[in-house]
């Protein structure tokens, strides 16, 4: 080895640590970016929302996921136009709806739009059947205030600056007290420090199944098909249990004669008088 060497090595195995930190660094950097610029779209969204509270409009913000105990939903509105749920995207560059996929500087953004169909679903299912087709599912875009439109999937697309209005115009389908009853009921289910579980399918194959009935529904055997036969089935287990009848009445008769029987020859016979013997007449010796 030439002097100065194992120097070189020690240099060059640094210089890479370096390198891998550096990009690990821009890394966070981004992902920090991220989350400050998703933080700031939250907020701006939620005072958009606040704008229509004088309608009948109750909120809900930052809750939790329903079955996903890591993740949350942005924003709830519980209002006369029924359920919906807000995704607030701070995207910047080219974001445009083109033939029914959301874009974002040309790349799709289904894996978001897939997202919102996913807590839609999973906020429907928490609610009773005749208020679950009432939950929509919207994204709304802050750094594009004035884009509009709607997903193949049929996700809405809402600038910030149509948002307030977008919401305002919905057909009323709930009444005031229901309005107040389902967010209160969806704040303390989803406002609390733990998240609602969810049965689902991907749960079937699970030990730890929230429900004992789960396991009892994959080991069930299923009940024996009816046939045309069942009336043959019948009368012949009619035909053979009047004939075991008759051979158990059989049985019985012969059984108590065998008793009766045994009974008559084993009693004692009566005792009989006894019957004095003729005396025998001696003739006296002569002499």
């Known amino acids: 080895m030439a002097a100065g060497d194992r120097a070189a090595e020690q240099s ?7 390198e891998r930190l550096r990009q690990q660094l821009e890394q966070a950097e981004r992902r920090a ?5 998703g933080a700031a779209g ?7 929302l606040a704008e229509l509270e004088p309608l009948g409009w109750l909120m809900l913000h930052d809750v939790h996921w329903p079955g996903r105990p890591k993740a949350n939903i942005d924003h709830i509105m519980v209002g006369p136009g029924g359920i919906v749920i807000v995704d607030a995207k701070n995207w ?3 974001v445009r709806v083109r033939d029914g996929v959301l874009r974002q500087n040309g790349y799709s953004r289904e894996q978001e739009v897939s997202g919102i169909l996913q807590q ?3 906020l429907a299912a928490v609610l009773q059947p005749d208020h679950r087709r009432l939950v929509q599912g919207w994204i709304c875009l802050v750094g594009q205030p004035e884009l509009r439109g709607t997903t193949r999937s049929g996700i809405r697309i809402e600038g910030l600056g149509s948002l307030r209005d977008a919401v305002a115009a919905l057909p ?6 229901i309005v107040r009853t389902v967010h209160g009921y969806l704040q303390g289910l989803l406002g609390g420090t733990t998240s609602p579980q969810l049965l689902t399918t991907a749960q079937f194959g699970r030990d730890d199944a929230p429900a004992g009935s789960l396991r009892h529904w994959r080991t069930r055997t299923a009940p024996p098909a009816k046939t ?4 043959k089935l019948r ?21 108590v004669s065998m008793f009766l029987s045994f009974a008559f020859h084993a009693r004692p016979a009566a005792p009989t008088a006894p019957h004095p013997a003729p005396a025998a007449s001696q003739s006296a010796p002569s002499r």
């Open 42 to 48: 939250e907020a701006r969204v939620a005072e958009a």
């Open 33 to 37: 970016q991220a989350w400050s610029a």
């Open 235 to 255: 009368g012949r287990s009619a035909r053979t249990g009047c004939l075991g009848l008759l051979v158990k009445v059989v049985f019985l008769i012969v059984g």
């Open 12 to 18: 060059r195995l640094a210089a890479e640590r370096v």
């Open 120 to 122: 839609s679903a999973a």
């Open 92 to 94: 910047s560059g080219d």
């Open 228 to 231: 045309n036969d069942t009336h």
């Open 172 to 177: 009323p389908v709930l009444p005031p007290d």
